[in-house]
């Protein structure tokens, strides 16, 4: 993995680090694609990581004017949490809310998405129709690049070694747009997108003054449909219009075929997607795919540095013991600074509850909670936990006496081989935290992070259900 790892309390000290240690150093934020890489040796070269992850300020959404401002730590919950982004930058939200899993988008930032450059990432389609720019930052100054300008083919930008990207910021939708963003997966949660499509439309006397359509996942970047988006002007939306824009739509990009779908069924569910998504705004019912209450998994502090987690000075972790409270009992863990997270609680802390199911972030089984939010211990670095506050399996029960969430499996046999269960049952511990009377879609939404090979899922959710009573009668 890696061999220096830095943890800043500023922009200005992860600058110096960049400008000293050049392309053999990344920025690190919520490590969901980066840890993924650096284990797959898809970034020979890099030995040094500098989190960004504790610098205070940086994980604002503020709004000036008619201007939307994301600072670079901004995750996809946080996204999904804004009142500010569903209102005026809906299709943003509904982008955040796609990507992966609630244990994910509590640590998985928005800036971090567009700089992994990946064509399928969520947020490029909306933030690239909502005309975004980004601010990248060294210490020879600040430029702000359109997103349009930003991207030089799959997995590449223009951002160099020395910057670091700094902001992200974009035009508030009026009174007169409407928008939303669809997405096609293999799966519902956890999916990387097979086509996603963005439609921004401004309505005007029923008629449109204005179209934006963007569609991810067929060509090498995120692109636009300049020839649909023409054909819409000037129009109103009835059923021979929105047909005809979505055969536009398909027709430009010649996609490609991969493991996840062949060019041609790519160009048909272009079509799909852009007419359902025209239809939708015409109903009027683009807000319905993104719920009020959604699971979060976040906590009390909703995901966000506080005084107390942010950083007053930056740290050298490489010879640096990682001092840490698990389970409300203070840890100190020599030489696990190369290590994720899941793997320092288990060699060297011996909490051998959390499990390893995947490694890659897609089965759940390593959930715990970081500052109080649930997070995938094996895309963590280890290093990160310093001065953090864990919580894993083994500090759910109280002394004798089970969590509700622990008797419930109990009680409905929600367990088979019990690999997964550590896991699901710590989702279920921190939805019960959220939403003491959960309804069943909520329960479903917090396991969407978690795979279970044998019980199936139905004692699981009941169990789940069943915890909240259970919880209800001590209280
Ligand atoms: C199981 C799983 C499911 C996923 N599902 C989806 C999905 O459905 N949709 C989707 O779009 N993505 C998905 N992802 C990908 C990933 O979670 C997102 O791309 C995420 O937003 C990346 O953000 P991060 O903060 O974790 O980035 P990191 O991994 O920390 O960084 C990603 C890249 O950006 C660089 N970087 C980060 N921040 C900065 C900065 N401020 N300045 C300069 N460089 C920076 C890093 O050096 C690195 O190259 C998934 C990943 C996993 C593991
Ligand atoms: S999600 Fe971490 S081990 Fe599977
Ligand atoms: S009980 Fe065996 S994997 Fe879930």
């Known amino acids: 993995m890696w061999t220096h790892y830095y943890s800043v309390s500023t922009i200005g000290e992860a600058l110096e680090l960049l400008a000293q240690h050049g392309d053999k150093a990344r920025i690190v934020a919520g490590g969901t694609d980066l840890l993924l890489e650096m284990e797959r040796h898809q970034r020979p070269g890099v030995e040094t990581l500098i989190d960004l992850s504790r610098v205070r300020g940086l994980d604002e959404i ?31 939200a509904q982008a955040s809310w796609e990507v992966g899993a609630p244990q994910i988008r509590n640590r998985a930032t928005v800036a971090g998405n567009l700089i992994t450059a990946s064509p399928a990432n969520d947020t490029i389609s909306p933030l690239l129709a909502l005309g975004a720019s980004v601010t990248l930052s060294s210490l ?10 930003f991207y030089l083919g799959v997995r590449k930008t223009v951002m160099r ?26 799966r519902r949660a956890q999916a990387i997108s097979v086509v996603n499509v963005t439609v921004i439309l401004r309505l005007e006397q029923e008629q449109i003054t204005r179209a934006t359509i963007t569609l991810g996942s067929v060509a090498p970047t995120v692109i636009r449909v300049p020839v649909a ?17 979505a055969r536009l739509a398909s027709i430009t990009p010649s996609p490609i075929d991969d493991v996840r779908s062949t060019a041609q069924y790519r160009t048909e569910m272009i079509k799909v997607l852009v007419a359902r998504a025209l239809r939708a705004l015409r109903a009027g019912t683009e807000r319905d795919s993104l719920p009020a209450h959604p699971a979060m998994l976040w906590g009390s502090q909703q995901g966000r540095l506080t005084p107390e987690t942010a950083l007053s000075e930056p740290v050298e972790h490489n010879e640096q013991t990682i001092e840490v409270t698990i389970n409300g009992k203070a840890y100190s863990l020599r030489g696990a600074n190369h290590k994720t997270l899941l793997r320092a609680l288990r060699e060297d802390a011996h909490l051998t509850g959390t499990k390893e199911g995947c490694a890659e972030g897609e089965c759940g089984a390593c959930t715990v909670f970081l500052d109080g939010a649930a997070v995938m211990s094996c ?81 699981i959710v009941e169990a789940i259900q069943h915890a909240a009573e259970l919880q209800r009668e001590k209280t």
């Open 379 to 459: 895309l963590v670095p280890a290093p990160r936990a310093h001065g953090a506050d864990i919580v894993t399996v083994e500090g759910l029960a109280n002394g004798d006496t089970l969590h509700p969430i622990q008797q419930a499996f109990v009680e409905k046999g929600a367990v088979q081989c019990g690999y997964c269960t550590p896991g699901f049952v710590m989702a279920g511990a921190k939805l019960l935290e959220e939403q003491p009377e959960p309804t069943r879609t909520q329960v479903e939404e917090s396991i969407t992070g978690n795979l279970c090979r044998c019980t199936g899922y139905y004692k």
């Open 229 to 245: 988006e023409e054909y819409l002007m000037g129009k109103p939306i009835n059923n021979q219009v929105i047909q005809e824009a």
């Open 161 to 186: 070694p020395d910057e670091l990207l700094s902001a992200i910021t974009l035009p508030a939708m009026s009174e007169t747009e409407r928008g939303l963003f669809l997405k096609l997966g293999l």
């Open 62 to 92: 503020s709004r000036y004017g008619d201007e939307i401002r994301l600072g670079a730590l901004v995750t996809h919950n946080q996204v999904v949490g804004s009142t500010l982004i569903r209102e005026r930058a809906l299709p943003l």
């Open 140 to 149: 020879s100054g600040e430029r702000s690049i359109p997103l349009r300008d």
